[in-house]
Nanobody
Framework: QEQLVESGGGLVQAGGSLRLSCVAS????????IGWYRQPAGKEREPVAV???????NYADFVKGRFVLSRDNAKNTVHLQMNSLEPEDTAVYYC?????????WGQGIQVTVST
């Protein structure tokens, strides 16, 4: 079954770090487009870091230099290392893949950054 399951969210103080993980099952780790989106409360979902063709990663301007996306094919996992977190990074983070001509989303995980 094609499925994405996130983990690693939670509450952190500003300036801290979190590492999100996404286990991609059902072949979705082989997606040519895979990455992370986020949705702050009351706002639209937006891309954070998206890897295309298994090597080129596009980062949103607001996370460049702070977040790093990595992929571990052996473990069917995609990670998002988030450093120097800011209160503005508070959002529900979603793992995403484009696979078999479908948009596949994880259930989402809350990240809250306190001042």
């Amino acid at each position: 079954q094609e499925q994405l399951v996130e983990s690693g969210g939670g509450l952190v103080q500003a300036g801290g770090s979190l590492r999100l993980s996404c286990v991609a099952s059902g072949g979705t780790i082989n997606s040519n487009v895979i990455g992370w989106y986020r949705q702050p409360a009351g706002k639209e979902r937006e891309p954070v870091a998206v890897m295309r063709n298994r090597r080129n990663t596009n980062y949103a301007d607001f996370v460049k230099g702070r977040f790093v996306l990595s992929r571990d094919n052996a473990k069917n996992t995609v990670h998002l290392q988030m450093n120097s977190l800011e209160p503005e990074d508070t959002a529900v983070y979603y793992c995403y893949a484009w696979y078999n001509w479908r948009h596949i989303w994880g259930q989402g995980i809350q990240v809250t950054v306190s001042t």
